[in-house]
């Protein structure tokens, strides 16, 4: 019904009617109110509730590695004022269980703990609590040498560079303070940023250490920082232009193509450049070498100089054929 038409009919009522209705509300009030408190007052009610409880234990000693339990469902029976007290939770205290080594198990029968809530609640009568455990997960707290690393999953260096020697890190291990599932986690390696990306010179940096974000909140270290240190290399691009060997090779076969040149590109260490200067290399067919199936030989080079890398040949498969 539309409210202006509602209040338009209230002022047109006989004041005689409005005041019987008025009458009437009253009374119903007060018949409900009546009810209510006289409902309140019977004994033999039956309800579930959350009833709060709070697990204790030596903090010192040992960490919830998960958030505990803070309530646990019970079934009650009881006055009905009571039982609309535990039910909107008015002035209830937690039942506290103290547990005495955690660690052990993660969890707590609720059998172990009816006849002391029961005693807690009373004078309300505990029916049943309706989970059978309480599962939490609290570990011991240990201290745990942990090996410190550099984070190298970027682009740590520039293209082209190598490390020249081992990254020396002072101190190598840290002492990580915590509860044992948590520092499991680690796997005994604490990465580090090393804060820079393409590196192409010598390294020596203090740099704060710190841990995960998601094991802030239990983990604590002895050392704040550590001092990583390495020289790095570049390799140069280059190429060279090889003479050819044949070797093995019977009479009656030869090349497809005659190999006019044969190029070799590569990298080198650049402390290596004048040592290259001195090496005479060749592009070996050797027959003996040939794919049986294909009727190719591949290239070899002669000599192979460990610092070389990524030696790529043009051409480096030859097909052979037969007279």
Not at 13 to 36: D, E, G, Q
Not at 244 to 256: D, M
């Amino acid at each position: 019904m539309d409210l202006n038409k509602l209040k338009k009919l209230v002022s047109n009522a006989n004041p005689k009617k409005v005041a019987n209705m008025k009458v009437v509300a009253l009374c119903l009030l007060a018949a409900t109110t009546f009810w209510l408190l006289n409902a309140l007052n019977k004994d033999n009610y039956t309800t579930v509730v959350d009833y709060p409880i709070e697990i204790i234990y030596d903090k010192e000693e040992f960490m919830a590695v998960e958030k505990l339990p803070a309530r646990v469902k019970i079934e009650i029976n009881g006055n009905g004022w009571d039982l609309l007290r535990k039910y909107f939770k008015i002035k209830d205290n937690p039942f506290l269980i103290e547990i005495n080594n955690p660690s052990t198990k993660n969890y707590l029968l609720t059998s172990e703990i009816r006849r002391s809530l029961a005693e807690k609640i009373s004078p309300t009568s505990l029916v049943s609590i309706v989970s059978d455990t309480i599962k939490f997960k609290i570990d011991k707290v240990v201290t745990r040498k942990i090996n410190i690393r550099p984070d190298t999953t970027t682009n740590t260096l520039a293209k082209n560079f190598r490390y020249a020697s081992q990254i020396a890190i002072d101190p190598p291990v840290v002492s990580i303070k915590g509860p044992t599932s948590i520092l499991e986690q680690l796997e005994g390696i604490l990465a580090v940023n090393l804060g820079e990306e393409k590196i192409n010179k010598n390294f020596s940096k203090i740099l704060p250490l710190t841990l995960p974000d998601a094991f802030r909140d239990f983990l604590t270290m002895e050392d704040e920082s550590v001092h990583f240190k390495f020289e790095v290399v570049q390799f140069l691009e280059g190429n060279k232009r090889l003479k050819v060997v044949k070797t093995n090779f019977p009479e009656n076969v030869t090349l497809v193509q005659q190999p006019n040149t044969i190029m070799m590109y590569y990298l080198i260490d650049e402390r290596k450049v004048n040592e290259l200067k001195e090496i005479e290399f060749e592009a070996i067919l050797n027959y003996s070498n040939r794919n049986r199936q294909d009727s190719t030989v591949s290239v070899q080079v002669s000599p192979k100089p460990t610092f070389l890398e990524n030696v790529k040949l043009e051409p480096e498969v030859f097909r052979l054929k037969y007279d």
